[in-house]
């Protein structure tokens, strides 16, 4: 593995290059749009008798676990440094309404998809047992907080929009895992957990996550507060995130959402009163940076995941499906509320459209598929989940910011 690392940093450079260089897309979509163009170019010079190229590449990025190195090595930096940048005071106002997206809504989509998906498929010659459908719902119902992140920078949503897709991508994703914990346990090991079990799963992972991210906010604050040396309060920082995440995993508690109630702690509280404006700044700087750079090398190789995918007619036909179901899954769960809710939401006239179209999905899910143990069913899972985030980062990300200007910002 350590090899590969500077050969994947290369690549990576090399992409992001391309893109600010030609293509100009957002960071994200483009270094994933050239990856997936030359995992494209492999896979026709394989069935044109070249294949050696693909071979090639094959063997580099088939050895890489991309669920551990996201799961393990990227997801606590990158969800810090995207809950740096939230404002705690726009977040408590808007708390409701992040709640009942992020709790009810991620609950109900991975419900609506596992079902919609358990009666459709079949249809396309794919049938899968319903607790490997539920599963999938549990996977890809919240939404990625790596993409919407990315996405909110560009697309000049109003705050309070941006502040509620913010927070929820942020906060779903603790419950979506205890969901996906629950059904993969359910599809592979064919236990059905008791509801008491089920609750306090729930509140370990979720209340307790919550409460040892502040905790540990509390005392990097502390820590921060006491000095005054921009070199070492950027490094408190980095060592909240990388032993923080790993003591979670020990603990038993949501890394996940520990990592986002630290940063917003540190983010507010930390930023305002245990920090010089040097500090501010060098801080500010280095997340952004190591968000960025990471980030670009998590879409690169989401792009080459595609050479070690099994693809045939059937199973694009059921990421087809799935495209739709989830679609119609979050509009249900999220936008209907909203829209329902009108004025009373707090929201601008034309949210409810941003919200079910921006709910983007990411390598979170494609990491949550390949962690399931080795199945003909883990296969199709996987290549489902990896059509659907595909659809969600090109299509959905390109064409959300002409969505915001068109329904909210119409005079923009």
């Given at each position: ?8 940093i290369?690549?990576?450079a090399?992409i992001a290059?391309f893109?600010?260089?030609f293509l100009k897309l957002?960071?994200t979509?483009?270094?994933?749009t050239a ?5 494209a170019?492999m896979?026709?010079l ?9 071979e090639?590449?094959t063997?580099l990025?088939?050895t890489?676990?991309f669920?551990?190195?996201l799961?393990?090595?990227m997801l606590s930096?990158l969800l810090?440094a995207?809950a740096?940048?939230?404002d ?9 309404q992040?709640?009942?997206?992020a709790?009810f ?10 079902l ?9 010659g ?14 890809i119902?919240p939404t990625?907080p ?5 996405l909110?920078h560009k697309?000049k949503?109003p705050p309070n ?7 929820e991508?942020?906060?779903n994703?603790?419950?979506g895992?205890?969901?996906?914990t629950?059904?993969?346990a359910v599809?592979t090991?064919?236990q059905v ?6 609750a306090?799963l729930?509140v370990?992972?979720?209340v307790g ?8 906010g509390?005392?990097?604050?502390q ?5 005054d ?6 490094l408190?920082t980095l060592?909240?995130?990388?032993g ?6 020990v603990?038993?508690v949501?890394?996940p959402l ?7 702690l540190?983010g ?6 245990a ?5 501010r700044q ?7 940076l ?5 980030n670009a ?7 080459f ?7 045939s ?11 739709a ?7 249900l769960?999220a936008?209907?509320?909203v829209?329902?809710?009108g004025?009373?939401s707090g ?9 079910t179209?921006g709910g983007l999905?990411?390598?979170?899910s ?6 399931l143990?080795a199945s003909?069913?883990?296969?199709a899972l996987?290549?489902i ?9 090109l299509v959905?990300g390109?064409s959300?910011?002409?969505l915001?200007r ?5 005079g923009?």
């Amino acid at each position: 593995m350590s090899e590969l690392v500077p050969i994947l940093i290369v690549i990576t450079a090399v992409i992001a290059w391309f893109n600010a260089r030609f293509l100009k897309l957002p960071s994200t979509i483009g270094v994933m749009t050239a990856a997936l163009v030359l995992s494209a170019a492999m896979l026709a010079l394989d069935h044109a008798g070249y294949g050696r190229l693909r071979e090639l590449a094959t063997e580099l990025f088939g050895t890489i676990d991309f669920s551990e190195v996201l799961m393990q090595g990227m997801l606590s930096m990158l969800l810090f440094a995207g809950a740096l940048q939230v404002d705690l005071h726009s977040l408590a106002r808007y708390r409701w309404q992040v709640g009942l997206l992020a709790v009810f809504g991620t609950v109900v989509a991975a419900l609506l998809i596992g079902l919609g998906l358990y009666h459709l498929l079949p249809l396309v010659g794919l049938a899968l047992p319903l607790p490997f459908c539920m599963v999938f719902g549990a996977l890809i119902a919240p939404t990625d907080p790596i993409s919407v992140t990315g996405l909110l920078h560009k697309m000049k949503a109003p705050p309070n929009l941006s502040t509620v897709i913010a927070g929820e991508s942020l906060f779903n994703d603790g419950v979506g895992i205890v969901v996906f914990t629950v059904m993969a346990a359910v599809a592979t090991q064919h236990q059905v957990p008791d509801a008491g079990h089920t609750a306090l799963l729930l509140v370990r992972e979720g209340v307790g996550g919550l409460a040892y991210g502040l905790v540990l906010g509390w005392i990097t604050y502390q820590m921060l507060k006491s000095i005054d040396s921009y070199q070492e309060e950027v490094l408190l920082t980095l060592a909240l995130v990388v032993g923080g995440y790993g003591l979670a995993h020990v603990l038993g508690v949501s890394g996940p959402l520990a990592m986002v109630a630290a940063g917003i702690l540190i983010g507010n509280l930390g930023r305002r009163k245990a920090m010089s404006d040097t500090t501010r700044q060098h801080v500010d700087q280095f997340w952004e940076l190591l968000d960025s750079m990471l980030n670009a090398v998590l879409f690169v190789l989401i792009g080459f995941e595609a050479l070690v995918l099994p693809f045939s007619g059937t199973l694009l036909a059921a990421g087809a499906v799935a495209v739709a179901v989830t679609l119609a899954a979050r509009l249900l769960s999220a936008g209907l509320p909203v829209a329902l809710l009108g004025r009373h939401s707090g929201l601008p006239q034309g949210a409810w459209q941003v919200l079910t179209w921006g709910g983007l999905r990411g390598g979170i899910s494609v990491a949550l598929a390949l962690s399931l143990p080795a199945s003909a069913q883990r296969d199709a899972l996987v290549t489902i989940t990896y059509l659907v985030v595909v659809f969600s980062v090109l299509v959905q990300g390109l064409s959300v910011e002409r969505l915001v200007r068109k329904v909210v910002n119409p005079g923009a």
